[in-house]
């Protein structure tokens, strides 16, 4: 027995005997570490996903989810895993949701988060304007979104002429809405048609298109049309047509309110 201890201790006196051990130990410990780590990334969970396509918008309900096991490591950080976290949620504005999609946490929000995004892109110093369109005058519901047109103006003049002309120029459209208030372009799943165009521009110009708007004894008549190259795309909307301004300003009015201490004027236009 006393042989043995002696050769056990000359055995682990030895350095290399313990270099030998010290890399056998190092080498356990790291195949542990790995063999563990890749048993927790392959580990399955339950992840819930889309169980149809979410257009923008629309109420999320358990019957539009669906859950599936997948291993940990393919679910990142912002992936929402539980579906009590999904139900009652809406789709965010500009956000379709694929079919067997995960759900992210940044696209979806309550229902008072909702935002209208034309509201939310308006310029400070604009007012939103609704510019009342169809099918025909959008060229067949060709006008979307973020990008640019001009509004051309018809009425007779004094002497019963007809006269045609740009009224505005560089118009950057904000959104298309249909009769009901929806975007026109954010569902992919049904067709809707065009009934306003939703742009934001200074007071002045909100005034003049108004008081157009009103003068229909002179069979004024505002239409829209895709805006030429000539003009910036980055450039702000403006009045195209002197002649056409001082037209509609010379055949109407604006009464100013008297200030009656609420804070807030309303001016009303008038046909003379």
């Not at 979410?54 to 539009?64: C, E, H, V």
């Not at 393919?74 to 965010?92: C, F, H, Q």
Request: net charge negative; aromatic share 8%; proline share 4%.
């Amino acid at each position: 027995m006393n042989n043995i201890i002696i050769s056990v201790k000359r055995f682990l006196k030895n350095k290399n005997t313990v270099t030998i051990l010290g890399v056998v130990l190092i080498i356990g410990i790291l195949y542990w570490g790995y063999t563990r780590q890749i048993r927790e990334a392959t580990k399955e969970i339950s992840i819930p996903i889309a169980k149809r396509t979410i257009q923008p918008r629309d109420l999320i309900t358990k019957d539009d989810i669906e859950t599936i096991k997948i291993p940990s490591i393919a679910v990142k950080k912002n992936v929402i895993r539980s579906t009590g976290l999904i139900i009652g949620k809406y789709a965010a504005i500009n956000t379709v949701i694929p079919e067997g999609s995960m759900f992210y946490q940044n696209v979806l929000m309550t229902k008072e988060q909702l935002p209208d995004s034309a509201f939310v892109e308006i310029k400070k110093g604009e007012v939103v304007y609704n510019f009342p369109v169809n099918m025909e005058t959008t060229y067949g519901n060709s006008m979307m979104p973020n990008t640019k047109i001009d509004i051309y103006m018809k009425a007779t003049d004094d002497d019963k002429k007809i006269m045609v002309g740009k009224l505005l120029e560089n118009v950057e459209i904000l959104a298309v809405k249909d009769n009901q208030g929806r975007n026109v372009f954010e569902n992919t799943a049904e067709t809707r048609t065009p009934a306003y165009l939703i742009f934001g521009v200074k007071e002045e110009i909100h005034i003049l298109l108004r008081k157009a708007s009103y003068m229909s004894n002179y069979g004024v008549v505002l239409f829209p049309v895709p805006h030429g190259a000539t003009i910036e795309n980055n450039g702000e909307t403006q009045v195209s047509t002197q002649y056409l301004k001082d037209f509609i300003n010379s055949h109407t009015v604006v009464i100013d309110e008297p200030d009656t201490g609420t804070g807030e004027d309303e001016n009303n236009t008038e046909d003379e």
